[in-house]
């Protein structure tokens, strides 16, 4: 027995040796395909290009926000250092936009003083659509040290940056979770914030050091607060791919998935005694696709001096037993439900009143069928199994 477990522990380490290798190897061989020939075009200005930098940008919204970009012929720069995002997403779009001066990947993490310098030192940015951030709620509430660090520290390291070398732009990627519970809804602007969690307490915290900072700044600032995020690309190209062992804190798509694979045994809904129609919890689900559209309209209408507040949503709200059932049409599968008790750091409803960001910026959700967008999410899902791992379809 002795012999065998530790011929085990040795065969787990090789392959642990050399899945760390081959991810060494791909981040390098990114790094390379991004330096080599075109990083004078990232780090000299260009006379009708916008620079962006995209923190996170290897994540599930930060990358949707990257192809959504560089569609529109921005140059973009991601920087993210893989704790939570995909190399594979990277690879997806360097493989869409191959030419020189299009996309670069920076293999780093944002708690590095010398790394961000470094970062801003070397290239030439217009604007930083600032994504990369841990986001998950209940996590938040076991680990609330690191959430304070990794939000609030992190962000104040990129606002200093910015600040030293001149970046005019930010668009700040905050949350509904700022609000905590009001009393009344839907949620404006004006809704007072009264975060419950450490992830919404921690977003509030940059809000205020960015308002802060702003006041003696002529930077361009926009702040938008989001809901609960849904969807993929539309025509198939990205998808949410989330670490297995962070599952269970994940978004309640990912976990509907999960039980239609079969992955995990079936869907356990925490929480069925909120004072709500159902007793279920009742959110505002955004398409990422209109998510990202609206960071791109922020960054057209970002000006000078000025700072932008606005709630992303579609206005309406839907209960998790909705959300479910739109789940259970959209694979088809009969989903197995559990309901238990509630989870730490939840609310009871949360929905927007998306009026400020339509009337100011002209953005309006497109996408809110519900169904739709689990099934645009679902095909994605299906015919990437491993998520950007090797594809293997589903029959």
Partial sequence: M??????????????????????????FSLRQSAIVGSSNLFSIPESGVTRVLVTGGAGYIGSHAALRLLKDSYRVTIVDNLSRGNLGAVK??????????????????????????KIFRENAFDAVMHFAAVAYVGESTVEPLRYYHNITSNTLLVLEAMATHRVKTLIYSSTCATYGEPKKMPITEETEQVPINPYGKAKKMVEDIILDFSKNSNMAIMILRYFNVIGSDPEGRLG????PELREQGRISGACFDAARGIISGLQVKGTDYNTADGTCVRDYIDVTDLVDAHVKALANAKPRKVGIYNVGTGKGRSVKEFVLACKKATGKDIKVEYLDRRPGDYAEVYSDPSKIRR????????????????????????????????????
């Fill in 92 to 117: 997806v779009l360097q493989e869409l936009f191959p030419e020189p001066g299009r996309l670069q990947f920076i293999y780093a993490d944002l708690g590095d003083p010398k790394a961000v310098n």
């Fill in 240 to 243: 949410e791919a989330p670490r």
């Fill in 2 to 27: 002795d012999f065998a477990d530790t011929d085990r522990k040795r065969n787990f380490s090789a392959r642990l040796f050399a899945a760390a290798f081959l991810v060494s190897l791909g981040i």
């Fill in 360 to 395: 100011e910026l002209g953005w309006t959700a497109r996408y809110t069928d519900l169904q739709e967008s689990l099934e645009i999410a679902w095909r994605w899902q299906r015919s990437h199994l491993n998520g950007y791992g090797p594809h293997a379809a589903m029959g």
